[in-house]
């Protein structure tokens, strides 16, 4: 059993920002990739960004040079620094990770977060 848990999400004002964190535990052999995805109201759930567990990262567009992601191996933790936050940020985040878990063979499985609200606005 593999279990994402997201942690960090609120108000915050415009320019303002906000650190989500997102612990997987479990029964882990080990963690690919992992990544945030949000979803605005009425709108489809999107790519935010992704990290590879060698560090290489990728970012849609919308959040280049303003979002940072980072993660801890060690602690199967992946971070999303957000700054100069934007009313078009507000959103339920996801966090994603793709995941060997143990006692399983090798096979890698998807799995997500619960989702956390980050809303900005004055």
Sequence with gaps: QVQLVESGGGLVQPGGSLRL??????????????????????????????????????YAEP?????????????NTVYLQMNSLKPEDTAVYYCNADVIPRGLGYSSYDYWGQGTQVTVSS
């Design 21 to 58: 964190s997102c612990a997987a535990s479990g029964s882990i052999f080990r963690v690919n990739a992992m990544g945030w995805y949000r979803q605005a109201p009425g709108k489809q759930r999107e790519l935010v960004t992704t990290i590879t567990s060698g560090g290489n990262t990728n």
């Design 63 to 75: 959040v280049k040079g303003r979002f940072t992601i980072f993660r801890d191996n060690a602690r």
